[in-house]
């Protein structure tokens, strides 16, 4: 709009039949361009009007009028009023900014925390990607926590987006957190976990209607995932994307058996009681719990994500840096156009039988056993 103005006046100025004088209109484009174009926007607008004050004045030989004085300081007067509370208005949002910014950070620790470095016999990594830029948090969820059943793990996806999903996240991963520790049945902690958004999606919130119908139909696939004192993995797996074990330098899906409904949808499950089912977990193997995102990733060319080869490809990195060479073929392959949220949890079974040993030779015989 201020560029519009300028370039009105221009027109008018230097057309045969100058009819009107257009000294006010450009006193504006300084002030119309502070509301929205920021600092650098506002001083290009003013030295944009001032360039053609000046350009105007020659054409039209006004110089030496009162006029032509006038419009010239108030061109001023306003230019420098709007740079300045252009400036002001700028740094108070970027501290608004940065201000919503830390409150998300905190969010995201709370809600989605860095799993440890070391999980008992397992070497572990984490990490969450947001698709919508400058996000925190969003419906995707993980977490990993050492119990005196082995390590269990969680990682879901929560239909919908918004405030809605993050509230639900937050319900399954709170339930997770508690039962983990004290349900010893694998099968028990999911029903936790569902019986948590079933209470969050039942409790009558002050939102709009759009929201609430949200919140009523959402679901979550969620896959749990236990890694006992022995060389398996148990998994009970609600209608989540299945996860990928690395075993000699070869991928392979732990596709469920037996497929349950995700959770929130459990007026679909029919036949026996569910049961965790187990997989070969070995030292030296590598194990992939992710969200669909990674996989539904689309290229430039429609494809999708390449999940088992790019794990493959850098199968001899530590879970830190394989996860940071996924993000980056992600951002390569989406060309930095995520879709949708991502979240993963990796996992190396380590080999404890060595160390086991020498530190019992280490002991007196009497304590060896």
């Not at 409150?103 to 925390?113: C, G, K, P």
């Not at 969820?141 to 119990?147: G, K, N, P």
């Not at 997989?279 to 590598?286: H, I, K, L, V």
């Amino acid at each position: 709009m201020p560029f519009a103005i300028a370039l009105l006046v221009v027109g008018i100025e230097l057309s045969p039949a100058h009819f009107l004088y257009t000294g006010p209109l450009l006193t504006a484009t300084p002030a119309l361009a502070a509301v929205a174009m920021g600092p650098k926007g506002t001083l290009s607008a003013a030295a944009f009007a001032l360039a053609i004050s000046v350009t105007t004045a020659t054409y039209n030989q006004a110089w030496g009028s009162q006029q032509v004085y006038t419009n010239f300081l108030a061109l001023l007067l306003v230019s420098a009023a709007s740079v300045t509370t252009s400036i002001a208005v700028h740094t108070h949002r970027q501290r608004e900014l940065g201000q919503v910014r830390r409150i998300a950070a905190a969010a995201q620790r709370v809600l989605l925390r860095p799993v440890p470095d070391r999980l008992g016999p397992l070497q572990a990594a984490s990490r969450y990607i947001a698709a919508e830029t400058g996000a925190q948090i969003g419906g995707d969820l993980y977490e990993a926590v050492q119990t005196r059943y082995g390590v269990r793990m969680i990682v879901g996806d929560v239909r919908g987006k918004g405030l809605p999903a993050v509230r639900s996240a937050a319900a399954v991963v709170g339930a997770f957190r508690e039962a983990a520790h004290y349900e010893e049945d694998l099968v028990e902690v999911i029903n936790h976990c569902a019986a948590a958004l079933r209470r969050e999606r039942a409790m009558p919130r002050g939102i709009d209607q759009d929201d609430e119908v949200e919140q009523a139909e959402s679901f979550v696939t969620a896959l749990v995932a236990q890694v006992p004192d022995g060389h398996v993995v148990e998994l009970v797996n609600r209608g989540h994307v299945p996860p990928l074990v690395l075993h000699e330098g070869k991928v392979q899906s732990l596709m469920p058996t037996s497929p349950l409904p995700p959770l929130g949808l459990e007026d679909f499950i029919t036949g026996p009681p569910a049961k965790a089912e187990s997989y070969a977990f070995a030292p030296g193997d590598r194990l992939l719990l992710y969200t669909d995102g990674v996989i539904e990733a689309r290229g430039r060319d429609n494809e999708f994500f390449a999940l088992p080869e790019a794990m493959e490809a850098v199968h001899d990195r530590t879970p830190p840096e394989f996860l940071e060479q996924l993000h980056q073929g992600l951002i390569r392959h989406t060309g930095g156009c995520l879709a949708d949220d991502v979240a993963m949890i990796l996992v190396d079974r380590l080999d404890e039988e060595p160390a086991t040993k020498s530190a019992q030779a280490d002991l007196p015989e009497a304590q060896r056993h």
